[in-house]
């Protein structure tokens, strides 16, 4: 067994204090993209798209795995896979979700909730036809999440698939079970982290039924979003 509990990592360089005046927008998506453009600049960072996906079924048993955002608009955040793969069964009977971004470089990570929909077969044979023609096969070669003898199933597939759609003449179909997600946030979390662990967390969410807005502790952001501080 390792014991971890000296391991500690002191933020060197960080020096990023994050409040409310430090908002780049009071639009939880404007701010994301604010965030987002600060670390493509940064070249350490070679996936900055890459975020946890987690999913839970309908009676509550959790995932999480990584994927790439493919697209970030004012409704959301859009990644493609295998609509019968594991997340894609567990979106399909319960399409609440939570993505994660982090950012090591940074210190910053920013954590999202929402629902998911699938978004049109159309916007999803257009990002296919756009990928490269072996990220197209990969997709055929895959059924994803499911049980097989040995890595080499896979190989022999992916040659059988490469000669048959090998010509530059020759289109790689869309599977059926290949799409989008689009996952539209009610609440977002940005989180900078400190050395001395008194980390800064400003939330965004959506008032509950119910709810009425307490001036003291919340701050209006841009159409119905209201803004929060949270305890580190």
């Not at 979106?91 to 470089?105: A, G, I, K, R, T």
């Not at 003291?216 to 952001?221: A, E, Q, R, S």
């Given at each position: 067994?390792?014991?971890?509990?000296?391991?500690?990592?002191?933020?060197?360089?960080?020096?990023?204090?994050?409040?409310?005046?430090?908002?780049?927008?009071?639009?939880?998506?404007?701010?994301?993209?604010?965030?987002?453009?600060?670390?493509?600049?940064?070249?350490?960072?070679?996936?900055?798209?890459?975020?946890?996906?987690?999913?839970?079924?309908?009676?509550?048993?959790?995932?999480?795995?990584?994927?790439?955002?493919?697209?970030?608009?004012?409704?959301?955040?859009?990644?493609?896979?295998?609509?019968?793969?594991?997340?894609?069964?567990?979106?399909?009977?319960?399409?609440?979700?939570?993505?994660?971004?982090?950012?090591?470089?940074?210190?910053?990570?920013?954590?999202?909730?929402?629902?998911?929909?699938?978004?049109?077969?159309?916007?999803?044979?257009?990002?296919?036809?756009?990928?490269?023609?072996?990220?197209?096969?990969?997709?055929?070669?895959?059924?994803?999440?499911?049980?097989?003898?040995?890595?080499?199933t896979l190989d022999r597939k992916?040659?059988?698939?490469?000669?048959?759609?090998?010509?530059?003449?020759?289109?790689?179909?869309?599977?059926?079970?290949?799409?989008?997600?689009?996952?539209?946030?009610?609440?977002?979390?940005?989180?900078?982290?400190?050395?001395?662990?008194?980390?800064?967390?400003?939330?965004?969410?959506?008032?509950?039924?119910?709810?009425?807005?307490?001036?003291?502790?919340?701050?209006?952001?841009?159409?119905?979003?209201?803004?929060?501080?949270?305890?580190?």
């Open positions: 067994m390792a014991d971890l509990s000296d391991m500690r990592h002191p933020y060197h360089g960080i020096d990023f204090k994050f409040d409310m005046s430090d908002l780049a927008s009071r639009d939880p998506i404007k701010q994301f993209e604010a965030w987002f453009e600060d670390i493509r600049k940064n070249k350490k960072v070679e996936e900055p798209n890459a975020m946890a996906l987690a999913t839970a079924t309908r009676s509550g048993i959790p995932s999480v795995r990584i994927v790439l955002c493919k697209n970030i608009s004012p409704e959301g955040f859009t990644f493609f896979t295998n609509y019968e793969s594991k997340k894609g069964k567990e979106l399909e009977e319960n399409p609440q979700c939570s993505l994660m971004f982090y950012w090591e470089p940074l210190k910053r990570s920013v954590r999202i909730e929402g629902k998911v929909e699938k978004i049109s077969t159309d916007k999803s044979k257009e990002y296919f036809n756009s990928r490269p023609k072996e990220s197209q096969i990969g997709a055929i070669v895959s059924n994803q999440s499911t049980v097989i003898p040995d890595r080499q992916l040659k059988d698939l490469k000669e048959q759609y090998g010509g530059d003449d020759v289109t790689v179909p869309k599977p059926d079970y290949w799409g989008g997600f689009l996952v539209r946030p009610y609440q977002f979390e940005f989180w900078q982290g400190q050395t001395n662990r008194l980390h800064d967390r400003i939330q965004f969410r959506k008032l509950s039924d119910g709810e009425t807005f307490n001036e003291t502790l919340m701050v209006k952001g841009e159409g119905d979003w209201i803004i929060e501080r949270l305890s580190s």
